[in-house]
């Protein structure tokens, strides 16, 4: 790829326990590149993350510069990039850029202020953002951690106070977002399936049987 030949970027934003894993495992058999080296599986997501290993760590990292974790999100307007060295978002992005490449990480609702600006410099970006009903994402989440109802709503709401933050300025930016609601991607996955295809030009239903095998009610846990 020429070095100034935008590559073409699926990043997903979304709030843990939405069904995010399922919809970058759609990517991933569409033929987006999610990553050299992924998380591995867990019973919380027998089929996979679709993670980045190293941009799930970076994302850690930077939540940790600002006293932050995953689970004590911070608030939207503390994340910028003044004083911060950068040089490890260069070199992820120097080892992991593809022609078509996608990263999933639900942390980037809260670091999303420091990747935006590197991204669009390299890649022509979709965003694409993944919905579900708060309440299922919550009870998912307080189920897997064993937390209650009320701890896990307030880990939850930053990022989705962010998620919808994010939504309306991208709108704003008249950027290329595609919306999916975790329900419509198991009923209905062609939907999403077309509008991938479409941006990576591929036919409309292009691996729509595979995306079929890999997507079953089992991964709606709540």
Known sequence: MSIFQKSKLFLVLSVPRSGSSALAGTLHFLGVDMGSDLLKAAPSNPKGHFENRYFVKLNDLILELFD????????????????????????????????????????????????????????????????????????????????????????????????????????????????????????????????????INQSHDHNLDIVKDFLDEKLKHF
């Open 68 to 199: 932050a974790t995953w689970h004590t999100p911070p608030s939207r307007e503390i994340i910028t990039s003044e004083n911060l060295g950068m040089y490890r978002i260069q070199e992820l992005l120097n080892k992991e850029i593809k022609p078509i490449w996608g990263l999933k990480d639900p942390r980037t609702v809260l670091t999303f202020n420091i990747w935006k600006p590197y991204l669009e410099t390299i890649a022509d970006i979709t965003y694409v953002f993944v919905w579900r009903p708060i309440e299922e994402s919550v009870a998912s989440l307080a189920y897997r951690d064993n937390m209650n109802l009320d701890t896990a709503t307030k880990i939850l709401k930053v990022y989705f106070m962010n998620l919808k933050y994010y939504r309306k300025q991208l709108k704003k930016e008249n950027k290329d977002i595609v919306d999916i609601c975790f329900q419509e991607l198991l009923e209905k996955p062609e939907i999403f399936v077309g509008e991938v295809n479409l941006r």
